[in-house]
């Protein structure tokens, strides 16, 4: 698996978790010197990038001389029971922070309390530092970060092309190295598509093992973590995860594996429109499974597209949180889509349920066969910076906003775990990413598969510094 040579020589500003660590614990630097450099950083390189949308102040820097502190008196034990401790974060500007100011992308006001969501709050007491909001669509509505609060988010690898979304901020800002992870929102890929863009880890766990406050009514969205390296995302899951009552769907919380059975049975699926370079570098990793002693066994797309009922449920969430007169200020694209919504009767949103439950029996009877399914996350490269889609698909009154991506929002329509990490890099230099999906609860499974997938590929991709626009 080839490596671009840019990626090699890439300086970082933000390396892993464990890394960070042993800076502090050697004294390399300071966790208040390192938080320092990195808002320095947001606030000198991020104008051509969009990526954040506020940057932390002196909160930020206050709270990274408390950890110096716990540094100082407890060494190696100041970690135990703050396992990112001095860790930059950043979070979603879809996600409420006390902090900072939460926007959701929207020029509407935003009326909820400013307090931190149980994601953020978590993270914190767990010593990270937030050192920004990143940026994402309106509302998250659709899978690029355009919209009318700020200019497009560009990908780190070329400013030309798009960093996806709605997540798109979160994997620009850890793409680009200027924090170490972030936490986004997925519900339709919006965390697995700007991260299979940027090169970057995005995890979608199972509906409800992260809480989401407040819940979505369509019951379609996932909090979930991006980083550089599998192991980042999986501590950062381990910190966010476990149930929170004002999220009613997380009061329980799926079931964890408890032994991964070896070796695993999966099924690859190749999705409709997936372009020759995106299959040449994802085809590449069919060995490496094979070659980990996994039976491998390619499968056609197992149920009928489920696109038309994710729209129509998108569509009528959208129309009820959003009253006529605010329409003016809304994004052209979220309104075409509020509009739609309003036609919808309770008969559709009824039919709409039952593809839902129909497609989460079916894979449920596909996952009886198989222990993990593999595929391109997204089938085409990025596209231009500035539009909501391939062109084909970027008529927002066409509603086919996120046609393109069907190997995503399925998964999100039965809940079950799906992780994308870097499989390599285009013959245009653009990251493409390989997608893993598990049971609902196995999402241990899927992190571990993926870890071992990561370390045999043994990619360290990183858009150079000098990428131009094309």
Request: aromatic residues 6%.
């Amino acid at each position: 698996m080839s490596v671009s040579t840019a990626s090699r020589n890439h300086r970082r500003i933000c390396r892993g978790i464990p890394e960070t660590r042993e800076l502090f614990l050697r004294g390399h630097a300071t966790v208040a010197e390192h938080v320092r450099t990195v808002l320095d950083a947001i606030r000198e390189t991020d104008g051509e990038l969009g990526a954040f949308v506020a940057v932390a102040g002196d909160g930020a820097l206050r709270e990274a001389e408390a950890a110096d502190r716990l540094v100082s008196e407890f060494g190696a034990a100041a970690f135990r029971d703050r396992p990112l401790l001095g860790v930059t974060v950043s979070v979603k500007d879809l996600i409420q922070t006390r902090d900072l100011p939460t926007r959701r992308g929207s020029l509407l006001p935003n009326r909820r309390p400013a307090a931190d969501a149980p994601a953020v709050a978590r993270l914190r007491a767990a010593g990270a530092i937030v050192v920004g909001k990143t940026a994402t669509s309106e509302f998250g509505w659709s899978a690029s970060t355009v919209g009318r609060l700020a200019g497009p988010t560009r990908n780190p690898w070329n400013r030309g092309r798009s960093a996806g979304g709605s997540s798109g901020g979160s994997a620009a800002a850890v793409s680009a190295g200027l924090c170490t992870a972030s936490v986004g929102t997925d519900g339709a890929g919006s965390v697995r598509i700007p991260a299979a863009f940027c090169g970057v880890v995005g995890f979608k766990p199972s509906f409800g093992r992260i809480p989401y406050v407040p819940p979505c009514p369509e019951r379609l969205a996932h909090v979930g973590p991006l980083g550089r390296t599998v192991a980042d995302v999986a501590a950062l899951t381990s910190v966010l995860a476990g149930p929170d009552h004002r999220d009613p769907d997380s009061v329980t919380g799926p079931p964890t594996l408890a032994t991964p059975p070896v070796p695993l049975r999966i099924g690859w699926i190749e999705f409709p429109g997936t372009s020759g370079e995106v299959r040449r570098v994802t085809e590449d990793v069919l060995p490496v499974l094979t070659g980990q002693g996994h039976h491998v066994d390619r499968i056609e797309v197992p149920f009928p597209d489920p696109y038309a009922a994710l729209v129509d449920l998108l569509a009528v969430s959208e129309a009820s949180g959003t009253a006529p007169e605010d329409e003016a200020w809304c994004d052209e694209g979220r309104a075409a889509l509020v509009r739609y919504g309003r036609s919808l009767s309770g008969t559709a949103v009824m039919r709409a349920e039952e593809t839902r439950m129909a497609l989460r029996a079916t894979l449920g009877s596909v996952m009886a066969d198989y222990d993990l399914l593999a595929m391109a996350t997204v089938p085409t490269e990025p596209f231009a910076a500035d539009a909501i889609a391939p062109s084909w698909a970027a008529d927002p009154d066409d509603l086919l906003w996120l046609a393109w991506s069907p190997a995503t929002y399925p998964f999100n329509i039965t809940g079950q775990p799906a992780l994308t990490l870097p499989a390599g890099v285009t013959s245009g230099g653009l990251p493409a990413g390989l997608q893993l999906v598990g049971r609902v609860g196995d999402d241990d499974l899927v992190l571990s598969a993926a870890a071992l997938v990561e370390a045999e590929l043994g990619l360290a991709i990183a858009p150079a510094p000098e990428t131009k626009e094309e």
